[in-house]
């Protein structure tokens, strides 16, 4: 893509949203996000879509306001009150987010896919980036690992009737609490863990802010029943491509078991946030979290080293 030399486009190509200044104190944040369904329920579909697609707003620290719905639909060969339930999903999770739906555009395609284009606001002084990180920082993430694996267990018929529930709750939940959170507690970088993995998405942060990063294996969270789901063999095609990439940037100090080492690389649909707060804020980000009723566990912190490298330890 070429670069934009328009001095008030503020993020873009490397960020989790697109923030245009409008004004000193105000900005318009947008980004789109659309997926193929991740659980059978249509219901529970549109639900974690949306969230899915809201969560790049609130990475960047800012509110959701407006959304387009994006939707493919093979109408001759599904009912129509399937896409019915997955829009209901959809609207209800983003009127959850105080974001109304004005519309949208669909397509008559053989797969199934359903997002959100959103448009939202964010001060551009306060605006959280990938690459606002330095040497030091704490890192916190807000969402347990393991949605990649335990959806494609559900696909295979592998997961219990609470297992798939606690997945659900899990994606669906809005990522709006930790993002308020962060910004309480002056957070200089951030970014949702999404479809290239912890491993990924924590090595893009590094690299956006110029430094390494050291990853605590043992303090890492994982979804009940992720670990055993791997070990079924329950690993998707994007997991497995996550571990080919980030073979050129990590280095193994520890060896925790094969399943964790899959599930640094799993492949997320609605993750977490993943914070850098400077260490002497820390704890404010801790209470403010807290607060919010939002978990947040250390993992690691950033370093000096090759921008990008990750050393798991």
């Not at 551009?124 to 920082?137: E, F, I, L, N, Q």
């Not at 060896?255 to 946030?273: F, I, K, Y």
Request: net charge negative; charged share 20%; aromatic share 4%.
């Amino acid at each position: 893509m070429p670069r934009s030399t328009d001095p008030n486009l503020l993020a873009g190509r490397h960020d989790d949203a697109a923030v245009y200044r409008l004004t000193e104190d105000l900005a318009l944040v947008q980004t789109v996000d659309f997926i193929t369904p991740v659980v059978d329920d249509p219901y529970d579909f549109g639900a974690v879509a949306a969230a899915n697609a809201l969560s790049d707003v609130y990475a960047v620290g800012g509110r959701p306001l407006l959304a387009l719905n994006l939707v493919s639909y093979p109408v001759r060969t599904l009912p129509l009150g399937t896409l019915n339930r997955t829009l209901q999903g959809g609207a209800e999770k983003a009127a959850e987010a105080g974001v109304c739906i004005a519309g949208g555009h669909s397509v008559d395609l053989p797969v199934p896919v359903y997002g959100l284009a959103v448009t939202g606001t964010v001060d551009p002084r306060r605006m959280v980036g990938k690459g606002g990180g330095r040497a030091g920082d704490r890192l916190y993430l807000t969402k347990p690992l393991g949605s990649g694996a335990l959806a494609t267990a559900a696909d295979r018929r592998l997961l219990g009737e609470e297992e798939v529930a606690l997945l659900v709750r899990t994606m669906a939940q809005l990522n709006a609490g930790a993002s308020r959170a962060m910004l309480a507690a002056g957070a200089r970088a951030a970014t949702d863990v999404t479809g290239f993995g912890l491993l990924g998405h924590l090595h893009e942060l590094a690299r956006e802010s110029a430094l390494a990063a050291r990853l605590q294996a043992g303090a890492v969270p994982y979804l009940k029943g992720a670990v055993a789901a791997v070990a079924r063999g329950a690993v998707c095609t994007g997991t497995r491509n996550n571990q080919s990439f980030a073979a050129g940037f990590t280095l193994w100090r520890a060896h925790p078991p094969r399943e964790e080492q899959v599930l640094l690389c799993d492949a997320q649909t609605s993750g977490g946030l993943l914070i850098a707060v400077a260490p002497e804020d820390a704890g404010t980000l801790e209470e403010h979290l807290a607060r919010e009723g939002v978990p947040g566990w250390p993992v690691g912190e950033l370093t000096q080293g090759r921008p990008g490298a990750v050393e798991v330890v």
